[in-house]
């Protein structure tokens, strides 16, 4: 799992590339945390390269989200593919993560 | 061929090896003629199913094995996942998931766990588990003709 | 993960098992960064290897088992294949291949068989066999880093 | 595997679709020897399809062949794809199959 990180007007843009499983969990979850502690806690996160996610790889997603709110923070996904998409709403997790096909207007929503 | 075939493969309890699990499924799907849409659902199905006998049954540690036996016929895919450790509840397999929505504006309500048995009921037409011989098999099975009930 | 994973897959002597086994290497392969062609050589290997277990080690019987397992590594995957069959004379692995040319003019020279080894010499860096406590092992590994001699 | 069979003026046109292992070649062989026997012995053979082919396969090819060539008939190949391509050539059995990319150039061959 490649996590690559910048910060476009305040607001911290993460890609993640690769498979998002149990294995890499403690990882992603710490470097997320550490950029929300860091920064203002509006996130994107983009998942156009995440091949396959799992239910703990879900679960990063929320904690860092709730360690977003914390700080009055937001988390939105960006262009996740077909197969997370559909395990994100079999879960129900569109009703708490704004997902968005295009970064602007993402960034728009956060600002 | 009108016969069942089957597979074994087996993993130490390690998180890093249940991604080959994953590569494996993956593949043995591509010898049916399946949609890469289902053939998804059923990789998600199989993961969660280890995640939980490498999380649960053998409580994160190392050094045990987990087997997954695959069946193949003209009608089904069927995956059994076996552990020889903690056995789990039946009933988590049966009760009727807590329906608790998550809420946007409650934090409280945002699910961190539990929902892996929920995945693999919807990935998987049927799901069944069996504590025996000291050994514990969760049974999926996924029809391959005609359509499935969403 | 600079480590080395390891998985075992395990099918009946039938020849119809051995394309899940063709299924499975082609999707544990997906996990590195190996290009078609390149996946499509070790599959091939693989196979022949199993084709040879069944039908010289087992002498096309059912009811046997043979055994794969898969050792991927940052630098090289590698795979054995185990049987408890009848063991192949080491010979054959390391004498040079009878170079006999197909003639087009001379159907006498086409060859119907004794092409399995060759072929898994020229898709794998390294090939070795192993015979030892009633169980024979053809360990194959393919370099993953920088380029490999054609 | 999936055999498929049609004649164009006394040449026999066979598709096969799917995988050619050891687990199809008694069938194959014999579907072909068949061909063979009941036509003219010239066999285009159209390997578009085949995904996967192991040196089982390949001795189908080859005891085709030399069923055709006693009937003083030959065998054609056909849009291998490179997997299949690649195990001909690591076996030189382009020394004794012509093949073609194109149908109309196989039957031209073979009239
Ligand atoms: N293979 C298993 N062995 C033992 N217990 C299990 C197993 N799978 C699930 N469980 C139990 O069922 C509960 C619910 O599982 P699940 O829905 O997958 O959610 P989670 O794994 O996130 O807790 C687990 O917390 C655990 O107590
Ligand atoms: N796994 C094996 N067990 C026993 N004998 C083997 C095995 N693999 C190969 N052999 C022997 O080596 C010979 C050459 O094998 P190979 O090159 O694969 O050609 P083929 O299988 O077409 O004969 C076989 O005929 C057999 O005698």
């Not at chain 1, 799992?1 to 993460?14: A, K, N």
């Not at chain 1, 790889?57 to 593919?81: C, D, I, T, Y």
Request: glycine letters at 8%; hydrophobic letters at 45%.
């Amino acid at each position: 799992m490649v996590v690559t990180h910048r910060t476009v007007e305040g607001i911290d843009v993460i890609a993640l590339s690769g498979r998002l499983m149990m294995a890499d969990v403690a990882q992603v979850r710490q470097r997320l945390l550490d950029v929300v502690e860091k920064g203002g806690g509006k996130l994107a996160l983009d998942l156009a390269e995440v091949g396959f996610m799992d239910s703990s790889g879900l679960s990063v997603l929320v904690s860092v989200f709730k360690a977003a709110r914390l700080k009055n923070g937001e988390v939105v996904l960006l262009r996740p593919n077909p197969t997370v998409r559909s395990l994100i709403e079999l879960t129900r997790l569109q009703q708490i993560f704004s997902i968005f096909d295009e970064e602007a207007t993402a960034l728009a929503r956060l600002r | 061929m009108a016969m069942t075939r089957t597979i074994s493969l087996a993993i130490e309890s390690r998180p890093e090896c249940i991604e080959l699990l994953g590569g494996a499924v993956n593949g043995l799907c591509g010898l049916t003629a399946l949609p890469p849409a289902d053939v998804a659902q059923i990789e998600l199905a199989v993961v969660e199913a280890v995640n939980n006998a490498v999380e649960h049954a053998y409580h994160g540690e190392p050094g045990h094995a987990v087997l997954v036996e695959f069946r193949l016929s003209p009608e089904a895919f069927s995956v059994s996942v076996r552990d020889r450790g903690d056995p789990m509840d039946p009933l988590q397999l049966t009760a009727p998931v807590a329906a608790v929505k998550p809420d946007r504006a409650d934090p409280e309500t945002w699910p961190l766990r539990g929902r892996g048995l929920s995945i693999i009921k919807s990935c998987m037409d049927s799901v069944e588990y069996h504590v025996g011989d000291g050994q514990n098999t969760l049974t999926m099975r996924r029809t391959l003709k005609g359509s499935r009930p969403a």
